[in-house]
C-alpha cells in the first residue's frame, strides 16, 4: 500500500489499516510483547482526587486542563472496584485470556490524598490475578517521600511500578504561563527521586503550547533523553473550551501546529530519544464537542498521525535514536 505525503510516494504496510514501525520507534507494545510475550493491556481508571495547586489557591490549575483529562467513559464516581472489573472484562473480551493488565491511575493528580488513602486504592488493583502493576499519574510537586516509599513497596506485588510525571515543557517560562506551579528543576529532582527508589518512569511532554518553538520542544526532548527515564508521552497541544487556554485563544487566537508541521517536530525528537525508551505514545484526543484546535487532536486522526510519522522516518532514512548523544 502507498502513503502519499507531501507529493512523495512511500510504501508502508499495514495490518487493520495501521503502518507498522518495522523497528523505526520502540513502542509500548514492543515492551510488553518482549518482556512478557503476551498482550499487556492498561486499564485507565479515575478517582475522586483533584490537584494540589488549585485547592491551594483557586487558581484553576493548568491553564490547558479540562477536568482532569478523565479517560473517555470514566466517572470517579463509580466505585473503583467496578472500574477496574468492568476495564478488564472489556479487554478480556477484546483481546483473549491470554492478556496481563496494567491499572493506570489517569485522571487529576492520583498521588494527592493522605498515604491511607493512596494505599487502599492502589491495593484494589491486586485484586485480580492478571494485573501485573500500576501506573499512576502525578505532578513533580506532589511526590513526596512517602508516596515513592508506598509505591516502592509494590514492587515486590507487582512487576510493573510506574509512575507518569508531567512536565510539558522544560522552559520554565512557558511553565509559568500555564499555570503548571512547578519547575524544570523540580521535574528533575523528582525523577532522579523516583529512579532511586527503583520505580519505572514515564515523562509527559507537549508540543505546541503557546509562545514555544520549535527549539523549545527539542530542549524539552534533550532534557527527557538526558535523564534517561524509561518512557515518554508526547502530546500535541489541544484547546480546549471551557479552558483558561481556550479563552484566550478565543481572544486572541495563537499560532498552533499544522499537522505537518507537528509531525516534523515528532520525528526530530524520535531521533535524539535513547533507542531504548518507550515512546509510549504521540497522539492526543480531545474530548467530543469541546476541541477549539488543531483539528487532528481527534480519535480518527490517530492512525493517521501514526502512518505521517513512520513515513517521515523513512523518507528520512532514520529512526528513534539515530541522532541521539550519550
Known amino acids: 500500500m502507498l502513503f502519499n505525503i507531501k507529493g512523495r510516494v512511500k510504501p508502508l504496510f499495514f495490518i487493520s489499516g495501521v503502518a507498522m514501525a518495522q ?157 503548571r506551579r512547578h519547575t524544570a528543576a523540580d521535574f528533575i529532582d523528582t525523577v532522579q527521586r523516583v529512579k532511586k527508589a527503583g520505580l519505572m518512569t514515564a515523562a509527559h511532554i507537549m508540543i505546541g503550547l503557546p509562545g514555544e518553538t520549535e527549539e523549545d520542544f527539542i530542549r524539552t526532548a534533550e532534557l527527557i533523553a538526558s535523564l534517561k527515564v524509561n518512557a515518554i508521552k508526547i502530546h500535541p497541544l489541544h484547546i480546549m473550551d471551557g479552558t483558561a487556554l481556550g479563552d484566550e485563544f478565543k481572544r486572541s487566537p495563537f499560532k498552533v501546529l499544522k499537522l505537518e508541521e507537528y509531525v516534523k517536530v515528532l520525528a526530530d525528537i524520535a531521533e535524539i530519544l535513547p533507542p531504548d525508551m518507550i515512546m509510549m505514545r504521540f497522539t492526543s484526543e480531545a474530548n467530543e464537542g469541546v476541541l477549539l484546535a488543531p483539528d487532528y487532536c481527534r480519535p480518527e486522526f490517530k492512525n493517521t498521525i501514526k502512518d505521517m510519522f513512520i513515513a517521515e522516518l523513512n523518507k528520512r532514512g532514520t529512526k528513534q535514536g539515530s541522532k541521539y548523544r550519550l
Do not use: M
Not at 490524598?113 to 499512576?136: C, Q, T
Open 23 to 179: 523497528g523505526l520507534y520502540y513502542s509500548l507494545n514492543d515492551y510488553f510483547r518482549k518482556k512478557y510475550n503476551c498482550r499487556v493491556q492498561r486499564v485507565a481508571v479515575s478517582l475522586p482526587f483533584t490537584c494540589p495547586h488549585t485547592q491551594a489557591d483557586g487558581s484553576g490549575g493548568c491553564t490547558y486542563c479540562l477536568q482532569g483529562s478523565k479517560p473517555k467513559g470514566a466517572d470517579a464516581k463509580v466505585p473503583l472496584a467496578e472500574q477496574i472489573k468492568k476495564g478488564i472484562s472489556a479487554a478480556g473480551k477484546r483481546y483473549g485470556k491470554s492478556v496481563k493488565y496494567i491499572i493506570y491511575y489517569q485522571s487529576y493528580t492520583n498521588t494527592n490524598a493522605p498515604l491511607e488513602e493512596l494505599k487502599r486504592v492502589y491495593d484494589a488493583a491486586f485484586n485480580h490475578e492478571d494485573v501485573i502493576g500500576i501506573s499512576v499519574g502525578t505532578r513533580p510537586d506532589c511526590c513526596g517521600d512517602g508516596v515513592l516509599k508506598l509505591l516502592e513497596s509494590y514492587c515486590g506485588r507487582g512487576t510493573e511500578i510506574w509512575i507518569e510525571l508531567g512536565l510539558q515543557s522544560a522552559n520554565d517560562r512557558t511553565l509559568e504561563r500555564i499555570n
